[in-house]
């Protein structure tokens, strides 16, 4: 008869050694991969928010959405704007998975929603000093002027349930060296996604002066 050879002790700890070295190098290349998709997935929704936002002004005399204050999807009561911003474009966007970032995914529970992108009319608030639409006929920077982009809900500035998230009053793009008072922005590998008017969008890790205005007629930071 032959005798059947086994797996000592020891060479089965050295295959469990091995595997767990193999995963701790994998991992981070999955996680960074699991990051890159979704910023991809991310400017995809932005794409659609852009073209929404787009029709939406075709049909209203050149004015985008009108943001007002902390409104939730059907409201019953809201301040400045009968809907949010995002429910108004509805009709020509079609599904409210495009205004939900999938980066959320890494947030705490708490913090997660279903409207994760705001509204840029920092520059309509400037002008007229009050809740307003932005006009496109203002904007004589389409290719730097920030019409939208990621936002982490922190339940402080903005409510998880809030459709109508803008940079009226807080700034949502690349922190405090853009302007007080600002929110949580980094939603993809410590950057976020920035949806511009001309309808092009890019990540960008923080605020920056040569790409980006928050006003109708000049470069200028949100502050």
Known sequence: MQRRSAFTLIELLVVIAIIAILAAMLLPALASAKQRAWTIACNSNLHQISLGMTMYADDNGGFYPKSGSTIGWNPTTSVGATNGWMQQIFSYVGNTNVYHCPGNAQLPVANQSSFNYFNGARAAYIDVGKFAAV??????????????????????????????????????????????????WQAHNKGQNVLFADGHTKWYNGYNTNEMTFRYDSMHGWE
Request: hydrophobic share 20%.
């Open 135 to 184: 006009s496109t006929k203002k904007i004589l920077f389409p290719t730097t002027y920030v019409l939208s982009g990621d936002t982490i809900d922190n339940n402080t500035y903005f409510r998880t349930y809030d459709c109508d998230k803008d940079d009226y009053s807080q700034n949502c793009v690349g922190g405090p060296e853009n302007g007080f008072n600002w929110v949580d």
